[in-house]
């Protein structure tokens, strides 16, 4: 099992910038090489939505268009943690903010992940972004 623990929601002001953490722990049978860690939110009333993923190998990044610019993922390998910077944030931010892993993600052609495609998720960290 692998669990996944999101640090760092809070509330914002308009303009300001949070950085959210992610620690991954437990065993897969996979090794880390092969994961891709991605973020994922969900607005009030709406559907969860991929934003953000990196690959643990690599670090490629990938983004959504409305977060290019001002969000950035990264990962630290030795912490076993995944982090997105989000900056310039914006009252369209606010939202539940979810860290899940696709054990194959190194796989993925797409460059872009749905829910179905992860493995694990944390339980997700509130952003508040207020005008």
């Known amino acids: 099992q692998v669990q996944l623990v999101e640090y760092g929601g809070g509330l914002v002001q308009a303009g300001g910038s949070l950085r959210l953490s992610c620690v991954v722990s437990g065993r897969s049978g996979r090794t880390f090489s092969s994961y891709s860690m991605g973020w994922f939110r969900q607005a009030p009333g709406k559907e969860r939505d991929f934003i953000a993923a990196v690959n643990w190998n690599d670090g490629n990044t990938y983004y959504v268009d409305s977060v290019k610019g001002r969000f950035t993922i990264s990962r630290d390998n030795a912490k076993n943690t995944v982090y997105l910077q989000m900056n310039n944030l914006k009252p369209e931010d606010t939202a539940v903010y979810y860290c899940?892993?696709?054990?194959?993600?190194?796989?993925?052609?797409?460059?872009?992940?749905?829910?179905?495609?992860?493995?694990?998720w944390g339980k997700g960290t509130l952003v508040t972004v207020s005008l």
């Open positions: 899940a892993v696709d054990l194959d993600g190194i796989y993925n052609r797409r460059n872009f992940w749905f829910d179905y495609d992860m493995d694990y």
